[in-house]
């Protein structure tokens, strides 16, 4: 069974980086395409980027766009999601989801069914 993990959340200052990690266990990344999300209390859950599973295709939404940057190591099964240029609109709960697909999905939450459990960026100075 597919279990998603992200890591790297934490505080940074306005202007700062960070790398979002999500990792595999239980089955291979590797041909899958992966979508970043995020969710800000009482929002709707928020495409950010998604990769397709080659790596060849990737999207951003347009509040990012410029700034993060989603690259993916199948070697090491795992999807990064490059943050520079923080803004304290950033600050929430990241999520990273699979359909276990290898196109990507858009930005539809419901399309996904595989989920980690978040992690946090508190982008604060």
């Known amino acids: 069974q597919l279990q998603l993990v992200e890591s790297g959340g934490g505080l940074v200052q306005p202007g700062g980086s960070l790398r979002l990690s999500c990792a595999a266990s239980?089955?291979?990344?590797?041909?899958?395409?992966i979508a970043w999300f995020r969710q800000a209390p009482g929002k709707e859950r928020e495409g950010v980027s998604c990769?397709?599973?080659?790596?060849?295709?990737?999207h951003y939404a347009d509040s990012v766009k410029g700034r993060f940057t989603i690259s993916r190591d199948n070697a090491k099964n795992t999807v990064y999601l490059h943050m520079n240029s923080l803004k304290p609109e950033d600050t929430t709960v990241y999520y990273c989801?699979?359909?276990?697909?290898?196109?990507?999905?858009?930005?539809?939450?419901?399309?996904?069914?595989?989920w980690g459990r978040g992690t946090r960026v508190t982008v604060s100075s």
């Open positions: 989801a699979t359909q276990k697909l290898a196109t990507v999905q858009g930005w539809f939450p419901v399309v996904y069914s595989y």
């Open positions: 990769i397709s599973g080659s790596g060849g295709s990737t």
């Open positions: 239980g089955s291979t990344l590797r041909y899958y395409a």
